[in-house]
């Protein structure tokens, strides 16, 4: 014979024993008087201006506050990721050998660091020039750098800081090929969620997709053009230099938006920068840079011919 | 006058051990002193004494009465530990305490009264604070040691002897219990003096004037009185917790296992403290005779155990004792966490105590040379750079905007660079000259620590025609293996820039840098060694 077993909860009704009406209690009338909205007003009012936006009336608790974002002070990147760097969310950036990737990342941690907020590189490539980074922008005494040798490694390395609580954490996977391959997809599961927890942004820059479904916007980029200084005529004639790249990136994915955005710009190596600075590292602005059409190491270019025949 | 405690740890021995391990705590359990069958039984719990076990058994006696007995040897660096841990616990009542011996603390308890309404209530804090360190204890309070350790030792502990009523208190026992001297003892005794009432009673000067010093410190002990009064002691600069080992440990797991728990202790007395460890030295003693000693800096000051027992396992797979382990001790030395004001306005910042244990956990995972903040190196050198520990400077008072973009391109420095095999045609014409579409021009230089090219022969005029990884042997294949694919035509290449320092070093750094454009799409930062003319590529524009 079988029994049935007992209820091992106090709340839990024995088998066969019929269910009793949910017992409704009454509601009572929402009784708020109209009269203190403006006392809470006041309140607020009497607050420094900074924090009243932090006061929220009861009426709006219930609505999930929108995610903070961090503008990169580049309007034209704030424009790609629909304003800014969107703190509790992945965002994934995809792009192979000479695209840019590195120098948006890089922007996006010196803008980060440089509003006193601190920040984690994972730099799985070890590819970071820490003067490099100085001239960026990047704050470096904000910056924690960490230089795993694994794609474990800066997987766990990246669930640490985040879980630490630093709002802003960058993975670099470098050029391929990458130790570790793309990683566990759970691993990326799990740190993007850690992300949305703890309202962190995480970067991830790679050669190709790793993250999956996980990632809220993926950019790719979709030029590249490297710039070099004109041909001028001398005797002997001025070197030609490398100055700059020509970039597009594009949305290829922004979870609950349509992707295709685009922006291009131009991205100027150190020594323009430098050169337009005077040597200062302070207020640095890209000069314009006219870009040279490529050519093949067959072709002997112009100049050289008539300098090789008048020489 | 003063009020003092006296702490006492009923069976030391048993309760030191006991409190490195805990789980023997319900089982019979005896502590013995010396080797082999000579052994002699010191202490046991109370399953083994009711089994009929005393002091001075042998271990064969004993095992005769119980024969499933945990016999453990009496192990001076658990008992070290335990008095160690014993003081701290009390200091965290009053501050100033006497070490007077194995399992017993004196420790000043006036002026304790804001704190404590009545005297039984700093007995019974004592008690607390003691336990949960593991170890039971006994606390007397009066107005002398001797009063208060014969209070101690009464039943129902806390015990108090009020102020004034401890010649009383001690009226009754018997006059050993001040220990005299022989010679002092048999002259009390002829005197007919059997208590310490009796010698209380006697008129000090006489007692001074027939037995000296020694009796009148003697008759001043049974009056209430002490000898010598509390004599703080010195907190030591480390704390340390150890144990000796029931058998030699081959395998590292097993070690872990009981290291851990030492470590817990002392990552708790270390957190009575509001202290965190800065430095780790471990010292394990090897069979027969040999020592191991490591010591683990810290990144950041941590308590954390797992980060701790992380890094002694590192430390222990990076360099094996080579024999077994017989016995261990963990040393920490002490530090205190930065502390730092937050601010209500600015962005947030992290906790400190939170940031050490992250850090140290880093630490233990990436290990050391690979977690910190970045610093430029006082060079030229792409690939140079330093790593300093990572205390970021407090946040801002006030949200403030990032500074502006500058649009700067970036490059990823290759670490080690890489061996590059460069095809490269010369030009007949001297220089300068053109390569490719590109011209050479050595008279920009990246060093300010370079000296004048001028000065030096012009290098030859090259023209870069394409460039591929160099061929490696199989020794080296696992190594190419993880670095990126450079190869390609040479579209467009710029240089050479050089680049020239530390040339008064014996490894200086004498280079000839050039910007290529691959057809693989890459732009590529190479260069070549002027002394052994090997190419290699240190970067790519990205």
Not at chain 2, 514 to 524: F, R
Request: positive net charge; glycine residues 8%.
């Amino acid at each position: 014979m079988i029994h049935a077993a007992e209820p091992q909860n106090a709340l839990e009704l024995p088998v066969g024993e019929p269910i009793p009406p949910a017992i409704t209690v009454p509601r009572p009338a929402l009784e708020i008087s109209e009269s203190r909205i403006p006392t809470a007003s006041a309140i607020r009012k009497s607050l420094p201006e900074m924090l009243r936006k932090r006061v929220l009336s009861a009426r709006r608790l219930s609505a999930r506050p929108a995610t903070q974002r961090w503008t990169t002070a580049d309007p034209r990147l704030d424009r790609l990721l629909d304003g800014g760097i969107q703190r509790g969310t992945l965002l994934e950036m995809v792009g192979q050998r000479s695209s840019g990737r590195f120098s948006l990342l890089l922007a996006m941690l010196a803008a980060v660091t440089s509003s006193g907020h601190p920040a984690v590189l994972i730099d799985l490539g070890d590819g970071l020039d820490p003067r490099l980074a100085a001239q960026a922008g990047i704050d470096l005494a904000r910056l924690l750098w960490l230089r795993p040798r694994r794609m474990r490694e800066a997987l766990a390395g990246a669930e640490t800081v985040l879980t630490s609580g630093f709002p802003l954490v960058a993975l670099d996977l470098g050029s391929p090929p990458v130790p570790g391959g793309r990683g566990a997809e759970a691993s990326w599961l799990r740190l993007a969620r850690t992300a949305r927890d703890r309202d962190a942004a995480l970067l991830v820059s790679a050669p190709y997709r790793v993250s999956g479904t996980t990632a809220t916007t993926v950019v790719m980029p979709k030029m590249s053009r490297p710039l070099w200084s004109e041909h001028r005529s001398g005797s002997p004639p001025p070197p030609r230099r490398f100055t700059g790249l020509r970039i597009e990136w594009e949305v290829q994915k922004r979870r609950g938006q349509s992707p295709g955005d685009r922006e291009s710009w131009t991205l100027t190596t150190a020594a323009v920068v430098n050169a337009v600075d005077g040597g200062e590292t302070t207020t640095a602005r890209p000069a314009p840079v006219v870009p040279a059409p490529v050519r093949q190491v067959s072709e002997v270019p112009a100049a050289l011919q008539s300098w090789r025949k008048t020489g | 006058m003063t009020r003092l405690a006296c702490l006492v740890v009923p069976l030391f021995p048993l309760a030191a051990r006991l409190r490195s391990e805990p789980e023997l705590a319900h089982e019979a359990v005896a502590i013995f002193e010396g080797n082999g069958n000579t052994a002699r039984l010191v202490a046991a719990t109370r399953p083994a004494r009711r089994a009929g076990l005393k002091p001075g058994f042998t271990l064969p006696q004993a095992r005769l009465l119980l024969p499933k007995l945990t016999a453990r040897p009496r192990d001076a660096e658990c008992e070290r530990s335990a008095q160690e841990a014993l003081i701290e616990a009390a200091e965290t009542i009053s501050p100033r305490s006497e070490e007077a011996k194995d399992g017993v603390v004196y420790l000043d308890v006036l002026g304790l009264e804001r704190r404590f309404a009545r005297e039984v209530q700093i007995g019974a804090a004592l008690m607390e604070a003691t336990q949960a360190e593991g170890l039971p204890t006994k606390v007397g309070i009066a107005s002398s040691k001797l009063a208060a350790r014969v209070a101690a030792d009464s039943p129902g502990s806390p015990t108090v002897v009020p102020p004034g009523g401890e010649a009383e208190f001690l009226a009754p026992l018997p006059l050993a219990r001040l220990a005299p001297e022989a010679e002092v003892a048999s002259t009390l005794e002829r005197w007919g003096v059997r208590s310490i009432g009796e010698l209380a009673r006697l008129p000090s000067a006489e007692v001074t004037s027939r037995l000296g010093r020694t009796g009148s410190e003697l008759h001043g002990i049974a009056r209430g009185m002490d000898a010598q009064p509390l004599i703080p002691r010195q907190p030591p600069p480390t704390f340390r917790e150890g144990m000796t080992l029931e058998w030699p440990l081959v395998s590292l797991e097993p070690f872990l296992f009981v290291g851990r728990a030492a470590l817990d202790r002392l990552a708790h007395r270390l957190c009575g403290r509001g202290l965190a460890c800065r430095r780790l030295e471990v010292a394990l003693r090897l069979e027969p005779d040999g020592h191991y000693e490591r010591a683990i800096e810290l990144p950041a000051p941590t308590r954390d155990t797992k980060t701790l027992l992380t890094l002694v396992r590192l430390e222990l797979e990076a360099r094996p004792p080579g024999a077994p382990v017989v016995g261990f001790s963990f040393t920490a030395h002490p530090d205190r966490s930065p502390e730092t004001q937050l601010s209500l306005f600015g962005p947030a910042t992290l906790s400190p105590d939170r940031l050490a244990a992250t850090l140290a956990r880093l630490f233990a995972l990436l290990g050391p040379g690979r977690v910190g903040s970045p610093k430029p190196l006082d060079a030229h050198r792409p690939e140079g750079f330093q790593l300093e520990p990572y205390t970021p400077p407090p946040p801002p008072e006030f949200d403030s905007p990032p500074s502006r973009g500058r649009g700067l391109l970036g490059a990823r420095t290759f670490r080690p660079a890489i061996p590059l095999e460069v095809i490269t045609a010369h030009l007949p014409r001297p220089h300068p000259i053109a390569a490719a579409d590109t011209i050479c021009e050595p008279k920009a230089t990246y060093g300010s620590a370079s000296r004048e090219v001028a000065e030096k022969p012009p290098p030859p005029s090259l023209r870069l025609l394409s460039i591929a990884n160099q061929p490696h042997d199989s020794q080296e294949a696992e190594n190419v293996a993880k670095r990126p694919t450079i190869q390609g035509k040479v579209r467009v290449a710029s240089g050479p820039w050089n680049l020239e320092e530390e040339w008064w070093s014996e490894h200086p750094v004498d280079r000839d840098y050039w910007d290529v454009e691959l057809s693989d799409g890459g732009i590529y930062r190479i260069y070549q060694e002027r002394r052994s003319q090997e190419w290699f590529a240190d970067g790519i524009y990205d």
